[in-house]
């Protein structure tokens, strides 16, 4: 989970840092930086992916449709005024990683296990070409000594505490280093010459053994986060059943996200909120198995042809339905409720 986002000298931000919750509410005027701040982590993600010039992530379209997100790469200074802008972003690592390194890195020599990372990038910003500055990343416990909030970079060779464990170190144009999390023992792994166009965080070695916080981190940014933002006309229509089990921008495949879960984990689904009403089948076009369990407990009105009936209905209850291969799911909120995967629930 991202933990704190910051930004210098980008656009409207001269200095932000913000820690973050699980659940963070944004409240400002237009033009007051909130979507500025939400696409960070997208773009760092979108700058991951970039195997030619980073500048690309700035000038070309997002996705299809969307505008980019410059016109020119000057407009990512701040008041078009400076040579820099930088980024960093603190994460929680998962437990399951957290357990390795405490198990096996320098963490079991300190006084409280690794539980956070730290990635720190600046880009020197030039009117046709954007490269990149420094770059860092580092691992802390939560419980022990933290980065300091607004201060950038923490990451330089001798600046960083003795309770941190470096894992990329990369200044200026020499070679970036790569330093493995999970060995407190001296490593042969050369210093490497990553492109300036390029994230050194793109380049760490492919090795889970090694760099298990790294690599998730890297992933999170390109595949864990969404920005997300709905296409209503898309959400009115039926979503084809072909889908990624990535949350779309759009959200054109929210109803199967939202069936899978069911799926999968009826118990968290009930409990989520996101849908709450009765459910009815609306179409005979599917052959699954079905619960007749009621989102709102008023299971009475829960319907399935061939199955459950008005007074057989009870939660959890489960019965087979025959019928063809096709499924159908999709948002239709003209009064008659929300339609997924064939089920209608209503508000």
């Known amino acids: 989970m991202i933990t704190r986002i910051e930004a210098y000298g980008y656009r409207c931000f001269p200095r932000l840092s913000v820690d973050l919750s699980r659940y963070h509410v944004l409240a400002g005027s ?3 930086g909130k979507t500025t701040l939400l696409d960070i982590p997208n773009l760092l993600g979108d700058l991951l992916g970039q195997h030619r010039a980073a500048a690309a992530a700035f000038l070309e379209r997002q996705g299809r449709n969307g505008p980019p997100r410059a016109g020119t790469l000057i407009e990512l200074l701040h008041k078009r005024q400076g040579e820099q802008i930088a980024f960093a972003i603190e994460a929680q690592v998962p437990p399951d990683i957290v357990e390795t390194l405490a198990d096996r890195s320098l963490s079991s020599l300190l006084p409280h296990a690794l539980t956070h990372l730290r990635y720190e990038l600046s880009l020197n910003v030039e009117p046709e070409a954007l490269t990149v500055a420094d770059e860092y990343l580092f ?6 000594i933290r980065p300091e909030p607004g201060v950038f970079p923490q990451g330089r060779i001798g600046d960083g505490h003795d309770e941190w464990q470096e894992v990329i170190l990369r200044a200026g144009t020499s070679p970036t280093k790569f330093v493995p999390e999970t060995t407190s023992q001296a490593t042969d792994i050369p210093a490497l010459r990553v492109p300036t166009g390029q ?6 070695p492919a090795d889970p053994t090694l760099f298990p916080a790294a690599l998730w981190f890297a992933q999170l940014l390109r595949e864990g986060v969404v920005f ?7 959400l009115r229509r039926p979503a084809p059943p072909e889908y990624t089990r990535r949350l779309l921008p759009s959200g054109r495949n929210a109803p199967w996200l939202a069936y899978d879960l069911a799926r999968r984990d009826p118990d968290r689904y009930a409990s989520s909120g996101c849908v709450t009403g009765r459910a009815h089948w609306t179409s005979a076009r599917c ?3 079905v619960c007749c369990r009621d989102i709102a407990a008023d299971t009475s009105r829960c319907r399935v042809p061939g199955g459950c009936s008005d007074d057989q209905a009870a939660p959890g209850d ?4 025959e019928g063809g291969e096709e499924a159908r799911a999709g948002f239709d909120d003209g009064g008659d409720g929300i339609d997924i995967a064939g089920y209608t629930f209503r508000a």
């Open 30 to 32: 237009n033009g007051a």
């Open 139 to 144: 691992l802390f416990a939560e419980e022990g």
């Open 199 to 204: 994230l050194a965080l793109g380049a760490v």
């Open 228 to 234: 997300f933002d709905p296409d209503w006309e898309l």
């Open 287 to 289: 052959s699954r198995r």
């Open 318 to 321: 489960q019965r087979e339905v």
